[in-house]
Every structure is written in C-alpha cells, then in structure tokens.
C-alpha cells in the first residue's frame, strides 16, 4: 500500500504546493490534500487552538484535524526563510510545534526546516526529506528536479494571470489553461497573504464576488519575483520580510500601473506584518490617490459587512470614471 | 404629484423618505426596527401613503441599508445601493462641495471622504460600540437623562470632565467615578460627547484626511454637544444638514432619480404592500460543511428570496442574486 502524506490547505500552500506535491508523488507516495475550508473546518481550528495566534495559523489547525484520520504522515515543513537574507513570519516556524502540543492522536510529523537564510539551493532541504522515505539518493535527486520543474512551471502560469487553484488544474488535472477573460471592466489588485485572499471561504469569495462584477482581479503573484522586488526596493528600509515585500513590491507596481484601477489591501486581523504593510500601503496609496480598500478579516467577519465594503468600492471606482472633476455627483 | 421614494433599513432605524421630481424633501418617516425589518417597513410605507397626496405617482424606488436587499423585495426596488453610497450622494447634494462626512448612527458609525464631488475614501465601524451613538444612550440611561436633553446640558459646560476609556465598559465605569467626585452633570455629558469623538476619530478616522466643508449627520447629529466636540477636536465649522438623521433614505431617493433619469417604469410594487403577508423565515442547510443558515421570504406563502448561502444553492434556485457583487 502506497503511504499517505497529508498537506493542509493553509498558510504557504498556495505558494509551494507543487514543490511538496510533486516531490512526495515522484517518490511514489499518495499526496492527500485538506478540503477546502468550510465551517467546520475553521471551528474545529478555532476550538483546538489559542486565541492569542492570527486567524490564519488558527485555520490551519482545522486543516490539520481534517487530514488527521485520513493520512501516514502530515508533512509540516518548518519554514525558517525562503530567500536569502530574509525571514518570514515565525508563526511559520512555530506551526509544527504547536500543532504537536495541541492535537493528540496525530500521525507522525515530517518537519524538516526550510530554511534558504544562508543558502541559495533548497536541495539539502529535499535530500533531508526523501530520507524519511527512502534511502535511495538517485531517486530523490530525480524527484527534487522535478518538483523544481513543476514549480517554475506553477510560477509561470500565475505569471500569466492565473490564480493558484486555476494553476493547480492545469498541473495536476490536465484542465486546460484557457483564455484570460478580457473585457473592459475596471481592474483591481487585491494585495494581502495567499492564506487569506486565494481560500474563498475565508476571504468570503472575495475574487469570485469581484469577477462576477466584471472586475479583472490581479494579485502579488501574476508579477514576476524580479519585478516585484524592484519595487520593493524603493522602500527606504530593507524589508526583511518575504512576504511583506511581495505585498508592498506588488502594491507599489500596481499603483504606477495605469491598467490598474483600483486596489484592495486584505489583512488579517491581530497580525502585526499586515498592519505594517496596511499603514504603508495606505499612506502610498494617498499620496497617489486610487481607489483604495482596506478589508480586516477575522472569525467574526460578518459577510454582510464585506460586501457593503465591496460595493461602496465598486461605487466609488465607477462615479469615479464616469464623471469629470469638479462636478457634484 | 411624481416624486421618488428612499428606504433605509438598518438595524436600528428604519426610514423612509418621499422626494418630488426638484429634489424636495416632502416626507420623512423615522421608525424603529426593533429586529422586524419586514413589518416595520410596511408599517412605514402605510404612514407614508396616509400622510401623501391621493394622485401620488412613484417614479422610482431605491433602497440602503443593511436590509437593503430585503427592502428592495419588499417594496420593489429600481436601485439597491450600499449605505455610503447613498450617504454620500445625499451629502454632496444637500451640501455641495463636501469633502468629509462624518455619520454616526445608533449601531454603526462611518466616515466618507470625498474630493471633487466623489467619494474617494470611507471606513465604517460595526464593532464598537464606543465609537457609536449606543454609547451614549447608555450613558443617558444611567444618568436618567433623556437623549433630547442631552445636548443641550452638554452645552452648558464650561469645563468638560475627561473621560477615559476607548471602550464602553470602560468609559462607564470612569463617568462613575468622576459623578461620584461631584463633577456637574453638564460638564460630564460635554465629557462623555469629547470621549466619542475621540474614540471615533481614533478608529474609523484614523489615517483619513478630514478637509472643509464637514458634514455631521446619522441620529446622532441631533445632539448639540457632539457638534461642538467634533468642532473643537477639529478646528473646523461643522454642518448638520437638514434631515441629517435620514439622509441614507435621502440618497436612495436620490438614486433612483438617477437611475430612473433614462426613463422607463418603476418595479414599485405600490403602497398595497403594507397589506401583503410577508414573512422571514430560514432553515439550516446540511447540503456540506458550510451549514448555511438560509434565510427565506415568503410573500402570501410563496418563496420570493432567498440568501445566506455560501455556494449559490438556494439563492440560484430562484433566479434572484443577493448582491451586486
Ligand atoms: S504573517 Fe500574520 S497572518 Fe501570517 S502567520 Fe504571521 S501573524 Fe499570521
Ligand atoms: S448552502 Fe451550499 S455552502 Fe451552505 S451548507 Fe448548503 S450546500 Fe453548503
């Protein structure tokens, strides 16, 4: 019997899934993917996990708990810094071990670090993970360069536009990659962590509600890593946080944009790098004068509230173009 | 006589409005919700029929609010529009060339800023109570003053007691304390209205760059008190336009002006309404996870809408969309 390796669909899942996914399948093992977030899913991470972490850490627990039962081996990479010279939020780091104290009853835990601080090749970092399955060194090199092709080929279909789960259909099932749907709707660029705008029911299907009123949506990863840090340069601090510099690079790139209309900065509540990002966006954001929306997501957010947010932005984009300065609406 | 009507259905209040074809006001209708949107809002439409002329003809309907959606079926609506939206139309016509519009209501309070006629930024809060105007009736309640004469003891202080706290609880337990030090009544109430707009400007005003000409309006615009903290905190003039405390009804009214400007007839479904069987039910979908608590319509026993599903299950089945977005 192939062995079950369980991958929750939180946190950086929608950044390195095909990294893991491939890796684990090249090594002949079964990948089992958490369920998308539903309410019971979020509850039962709400239940098993302190309220003093963000909401996103907290989800990921219920994601957990869903593998729980089904899977051999959770893998939990414990991600110290996934570029060099840069860290990311320690909640990362942490996950492992807070899942480890706070559920019982758990498959083993495969947790190696992640850690690019000092490095430029993730390859130790593989070679120390197929080791749990295999002793052959061939095998797992074969594996790495596959997951590394499959990796660079997700990157390049969100380049393209695509989102994750669009970029996840194409690799894994074969779906093709079909036409960006033009039209001339108004574009906007929702900036903010992966966890919280890709997982539709925690961003309250944010981007679906979006296109569906003929909003071409972009976000931080339909921009070229190159790119995005340029722009991330322009900060008068080294930010030193990877994914905080993907948010403000995307956020400054989108504001000079002229094909952007709009911009959307979605935080998590009681996380401190989104505040940061959120003031610093903002105050650009001013400076330049787009259509700006800030959305503060928690466990509480009532659905009602985004979608008057949401309108109320549409609105203001829309009376916005249609009508010349100085005129009163 | 044609004319527009503006509905505003929040979770306190609910308001109506009657405007002619020049934008005149000519009723206004104020009534509590008292967690029955339906049947308060029928009970709106039928005072409102009363108190109009018997040729009335109603050439548009818009509705707002957090019970818009509802609203729009209930009456038939031509527009549906998100509350700052339609507080905002409704400042920039009253007040033209408004650039900050502060609004605090019983449940909610938010800030529109607008550049050129246009909204270009706007917060809301729905959480806090200490930044809205059910801090204040608590307050009133406690020292058994009634919220009319509030403002105007307010306005008799000449040294307001500083109060601290950023929340409710807290800012009742210091009043307490500083009663019990035998500060006067009015210059606690001047207090208490300094301490909300503090705490207002402090959250749904931070970051927001407040220009001249402001506009105070929502119910708690009334108070005297709150105009003149809002004015010292600011060092600005500040305006309470006229029918300040329906002014989401205005901008709905206001809209569907707009909206029926093309031409065209109005989905009004007539002040018969009043008398229609409505009723608001829902049940707890088991269909996934998810489960959804449905909310369901019914008009004389027929469903007409539904919404609160995540997926599009109940909602689809009916041909009806719960949002724009
Ligand atoms: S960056 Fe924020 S949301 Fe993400 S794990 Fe850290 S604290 Fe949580
Ligand atoms: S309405 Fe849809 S999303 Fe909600 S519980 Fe039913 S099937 Fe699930």
């Known amino acids: ?329 | 006589m044609k004319g527009y009507l503006g509905i505003d259905v929040g979770s306190v209040s609910t308001n109506l409005v009657f405007m002619d074809e020049n934008g005149e006001i000519r009723e206004a209708i104020y009534l509590r919700t008292r967690g029955q949107p339906i049947f308060v809002l029928q009970e709106g439409l039928r005072q409102l029929a009363e108190r109009l002329p018997g040729n009335i003809v109603i050439s548009g309907v818009g509705t707002t609010g957090s019970g818009r959606y509802l609203a729009g079926i209930i009456a038939g609506a031509d527009v549906v529009k998100n509350e700052i939206t339609s507080h905002a139309v409704a400042a920039s016509t009253l007040v033209p060339g408004v650039q900050t519009i502060l609004e605090i209501g019983g449940q909610d309070s938010k800030i529109i800023i607008l550049r050129n006629g246009v909204v270009t930024d706007f917060a809301m809060n729905t959480v806090c109570a200490a930044g809205t105007g059910s801090f204040l009736d608590q307050q009133a309640a406690r020292l058994n003053i009634p919220i009319e004469e509030f403002g105007k003891l307010a306005l008799k202080s000449t040294v307001p007691v500083r109060i601290a706290g950023r929340c409710a609880v807290f800012a009742e337990s210091d009043m307490i304390h500083k009663q019990q030090m035998g500060y006067s009544l009015p210059d606690i109430l001047a207090g208490l209205c300094e301490a909300l707009v503090r705490n207002y400007l402090n959250n749904v005003g931070k970051g927001k760059e407040i220009l001249p000409p402001v506009v105070f309006q929502g119910g708690v615009a009334a108070n005297a008190g709150m105009r003149r903290a809002f004015e010292q905190a600011l060092g600005l003039e500040v305006h309470v336009p006229p029918h300040y405390n329906v002014m989401g009804a205005v901008g709905a009214a206001l809209l569907a002006r707009e909206k029926m400007a093309g031409g065209g007839t109005s989905r009004f479904r007539g002040f018969g309404v009043a008398k229609t069987r409505f009723k608001a039910g829902g049940f707890e979908c088991e269909g996934c996870p998810n489960l959804c608590e449905v909310v369901e319509i019914t008009r004389e026993g027929e469903v007409i809408a539904r919404w609160g599903d995540r997926c599009g299950r109940w909602s689809n089945s009916l041909g009806y969309k719960e949002n724009a977005v």
């Open chain 1, 1 to 329: 019997m192939t062995l079950k390796v369980g991958i929750p669909r939180a946190l950086l899942y929608y950044y390195y899934l095909p990294l893991w996914r491939t890796f684990f399948e090249a090594l002949g093992l079964e990948v089992v993917i958490s369920r998308p977030t539903t309410k019971t899913i979020l509850e039962a991470g709400l239940q098993n996990s302190g309220d003093d972490v963000c909401l996103p850490v907290r989800l990921a627990f219920g994601h957990v708990l869903d593998l729980k039962d089904r899977v051999d081996v959770l893998f939990l990479p414990r991600l110290v810094s996934i570029a060099r010279r840069e860290y990311i939020c320690p909640k990362f780091l942490g996950f492992p071990d807070m899942v480890r104290h706070g559920i019982s009853g758990l498959p083993p835990l495969i947790d190696p670090n992640f850690n690019l601080y000092r490095k430029d090749s993730p390859y130790p970092f593989f070679v120390a993970l197929g080791r749990n399955f295999t002793g052959n060194r061939l095998a797992i090199y074969l594996a790495y360069r596959r997951a590394m092709h499959a990796q660079a080929r997700y990157v390049q279909l969100l380049e393209k536009g695509l989102f994750p789960e669009q970029a996840l259909a194409v690799l894994y099932r074969g779906v093709a990659e079909g036409q960006e749907p033009g039209g001339g709707g108004p574009a906007v660029a929702v900036i903010g962590h992966p966890y919280n705008i890709y997982d539709p029911y925690i961003s309250m299907n944010l981007l679906s509600r979006l296109a569906r009123s003929g909003v071409r949506v972009r976000s931080a990863d339909n921009l070229p890593e190159t790119l995005v840090r340029e722009q991330a340069a322009r900060l008068p601090k080294h930010l030193f946080w990877s994914l905080g510099q993907r948010m403000i690079g995307a956020a400054w790139h989108y504001l000079q944009s002229p094909d952007v209309d709009g911009i959307i900065h979605v935080a998590s509540f009681a996380c401190g790098p989104d505040s940061l990002t959120g003031e610093l966006i903002s105050r650009e954001v001013r400076r330049r004068g787009k259509p700006f929306l800030n959305l503060t997501l928690d466990e509480h957010s009532a659905e009602a509230g985004v979608v008057t947010r949401l309108e109320a932005f549409l609105d203001m984009m829309e009376r916005r173009q249609f009508l010349p300065a100085g005129e009163s609406v």
